[in-house]
């Protein structure tokens, strides 16, 4: 089955840092998706992206956090200067358009950590 | 808003039992369920999705969950467990007409003991 693939595994940073985390969503999917899991806490949705632009947000996702799909694969979750609350997994997901099931194919997750 | 419990931390059974991960939850309206698995180092995993219909629904790798709509859950179960099994369990939940983002709860951890 296809993947969503994730990097880098495990990111630590410096509180203030910028990080970006990455991600290869499934080639023909069209919808993309950032969650993040702090521990033993819940799955959060953070931010939609269809079409170029971003479709959903929560109240998370503030001006700290931008995404990007730079070249057509890729997909970019950047933290502009971290918090030691941004520690946690990062989840990117996708799903084809129009698929009946709407499953969402997920990445194995990037884990933050700030220091 | 919409919101899911996943009441139980850990579910440890023995191989070969049932099982059953326990979820509730709370959307406006109708609402689809779903049930991810996540095994070590790899990503969620879509296991099974309610939306109408059949209040039981099967899924992969033997899995099935009821639908109760009275009581607001949307319990995984299993009647045989596997060693293999042994997972963390998401159950997510969208409402019908709201959001299109599902919501997810905070995982249940499932050890099957041989």
């Known amino acids: 089955e296809p993947e969503v693939t994730q990097t880098p595994s495990h990111q630590v940073t410096q509180m203030g840092q910028e990080v970006i985390l990455r991600c290869v969503p499934i080639?023909?999917?069209?919808?993309f998706y950032w969650y993040r899991q702090i521990l033993g806490q819940k799955v959060e949705f953070l931010v939609s992206?269809?079409?170029?632009?971003?479709?959903?947000k929560s109240e998370i996702f503030d001006d700290q956090f931008s995404v990007e799909r730079p070249d057509g694969s890729n997909f970019t979750l950047k933290i502009r200067s971290t918090k030691l609350e941004d520690s946690a997994m990062y989840f990117c997901?996708?799903?084809?358009?129009?698929?009946?099931?709407?499953?969402?194919?997920f990445g194995s997750g990037t884990q933050l950590s700030v220091l | 808003a919409q919101s899911v419990a996943q009441p139980e931390d850990q579910v440890n059974v023995a191989e070969g039992n049932p099982l059953t991960v326990k979820c509730t939850y709370s959307?406006?309206?109708?609402?689809?369920l779903f049930w991810y698995v996540q095994y070590p180092n790899r990503g969620l995993q879509f296991l099974l999705k309610?939306?109408?219909?059949?209040?039981l629904v099967k899924g992969s790798y033997g899995f099935e969950a009821e639908f109760n709509k009275s009581q607001t859950s949307f319990h995984l179960k299993k009647p045989s467990a596997l060693v293999s099994d042994s997972a963390l369990y998401f159950c997510?939940?969208?409402?019908?007409?709201?959001?299109?983002?599902?919501?997810f709860g905070r995982g249940t951890s499932l050890i099957v003991h041989p």
């Open positions: 992206f269809y079409n170029n632009e971003i479709s959903e």
């Open positions: 959307v406006s309206g109708n609402p689809y």
């Open positions: 997901a996708s799903k084809e358009e129009g698929h009946p099931n709407e499953k969402l194919f």
């Open positions: 309610y939306i109408t219909g059949d209040n």
């Open positions: 080639s023909n999917h069209l919808y």
């Open positions: 997510a939940v969208r409402g019908l007409g709201g959001s299109y983002i599902p919501t």
